[in-house]
């Protein structure tokens, strides 16, 4: 079966496609990551395992 232009340019694609959820999907990553990082930090600082800068 031979699909014409005409019946091409009816055709509608869908909105999400892999790239997007692929960014979605590093973005929260991205966001966990940060927040492991950020509470890492808070957790030794209030701890006082602090590395000293001498």
């Known amino acids: 079966m031979i699909i014409r232009d ?4 009816q055709i509608n694609g869908g909105s999400i496609s892999a ?3 692929n ?3 590093k ?3 991205l966001i966990l ?3 492991k990082s ?3 930090s808070i957790r ?3 701890s006082g ?3 000293s800068l001498e």
Do not use: D
Request: charged content about 20%; overall charge positive.
């Open 49 to 51: 395992n602090t590395c």
């Open 44 to 46: 030794r600082i209030t």
């Open 27 to 29: 973005g929260i990553s």
């Open 23 to 25: 960014a979605i999907v």
């Open 38 to 40: 950020l509470g890492s």
């Open 19 to 21: 790239t997007l959820i």
């Open 6 to 9: 005409k019946e091409l340019k």
């Open 33 to 35: 990551e940060l927040g």
